[in-house]
């Protein structure tokens, strides 16, 4: 027997709650029949709500568009557990979902703190013991769609058989499944499959049957027999089979990695390197040429202390500048060199600024003179 319960709860000040449970019963007098369904209402905070009643306005097969099995019926009130209920429902109503319509009238006007809204929806799953009949497997001609085996299946017993077939054949296997009230029943689930892996290889497989449904109580996961199959060559990118590994062998010494380093590149002659050399060098003997032609000479470097130590750091600095130059040429990179470049160019900055102002005051001096 089933046995439902569901929770209309009135909330205080204005609001509804519908909560519902399910009780099962396994009596075996009352297995095959829905006997009693029962409600329960409380508050919000789970205690005793005032007198009212509860009537099942409308109950209706989901997703169907028939008649209403139940018109509008009141339930009758249990005062010792407090409960209201539905001695029994239709002889129609199968294994299936459905929808319960409520409703709830106070027989106290008064108590106007409570709020019970309009018609409540509720979704019921009746569940019941599925029939298993004309189970059968059929092995068939792919072109000709004759059968060539052919075997009866016990489903709701112990059943177990072995076939073979190839390539060019089908395989298909056919149950009818049938409510209590004898309806046919369509399960959400109905798989059929190999319990091993399939790699496109010839040999025996396990054949696996899933039938389940959330209303179905009897449903399964079994293995009903076996299957020979004989394949021809496996295509060229289909999945290989793994392949077993010594658990020694794959923690072992690994062999030697040897690399072939690539040959350096040939050298040009030395001859070549030294005029190279010099064209590079040239530049620099023109500058020095130039500089004698235009007499260049000392005489106005500083002679006091602190000028001439000013001057001297101002000529580091360039030096510095250009042996910098010559490092990220050989091995700094941009950011640290820009970097470097930045403090040196700060301090050229402040060591140069205070030697051109000496030089400048000298020149004004020598002027006025």
């Given at each position: 027997?089933e ?88 002889k ?35 569940t ?47 149950f ?46 079994r ?48 001859e ?20 004698l ?25 360039i ?43 000298v ?7």
């Open positions: 027997m046995d439902m319960i569901t929770t209309v709860t009135p909330c205080h000040k204005g609001c509804q709650v519908l909560k519902e449970a399910f009780e099962r019963d396994t009596s075996e007098a009352d297995s095959d029949a829905l006997k009693r369904w029962k409600v329960r209402v409380t508050t919000v905070l789970g205690s005793t709500a005032p007198p009212l009643s509860v009537k099942l306005m409308q109950a209706q097969s989901s997703g169907s568009k028939d008649a209403s099995i139940i018109q509008s019926q009141e339930l009758k009130f249990d005062p010792e557990n407090q409960v209201h209920f539905l001695d029994e429902l239709p129609s109503v199968d294994v299936g979902n459905y929808y319960f319509v409520f409703e709830i009238v106070l027989h106290d006007s008064e108590h106007t703190i409570y709020a019970i809204g309009g018609r409540t929806k509720v979704p019921i799953y009746v019941g013991v599925i029939k298993v009949d004309n189970a059968e497997i059929v092995v068939l001609d792919s072109d000709l769609g004759s059968i060539e085996t052919q075997k009866r299946l016990d489903l709701a017993g112990e059943t177990t058989f072995s076939i073979s077939a190839n390539h060019l054949q089908k395989l298909r296997l056919s009818q499944l049938t409510t209590p009230l004898g309806r046919p029943f369509q399960p959400h689930q109905d798989f059929l499959g190999l319990v091993e892996k399939f790699f496109y290889l010839s040999g025996r497989y396990n054949i696996q049957l899933t039938v389940g449904d959330a209303v179905m109580e009897n449903s399964y996961l293995e009903l027999g076996s299957i020979e199959l004989d394949l021809p060559e496996p295509p060229e990118k289909a999945t290989h089979p793994p392949q077993s590994v010594d658990p020694y062998l794959r923690y072992g010494p690994k062999a030697e990695i040897t690399h072939i380093f690539r040959s350096p590149e040939k050298r040009p002659p030395q070549l390197s030294l005029a190279f050399l010099a064209l590079v060098l040239l530049p620099l003997l023109g500058f020095v040429v130039g500089l032609r235009l007499g260049v000479n000392l005489k106005n470097f500083p002679t006091s202390t602190v000028p001439a130590t000013f001057a001297i750091l101002f000529h580091l600095g030096a510095a500048v250009l042996s910098l130059y010559v490092l990220f040429w050989l091995k700094l990179d941009l950011f640290t060199t820009l970097k470097a470049l930045g403090f040196l160019g700060i301090f050229l900055m402040f060591v140069g600024h205070r030697t051109l102002s000496h030089l400048a005051s020149s004004a001096k020598v002027k006025s003179a």
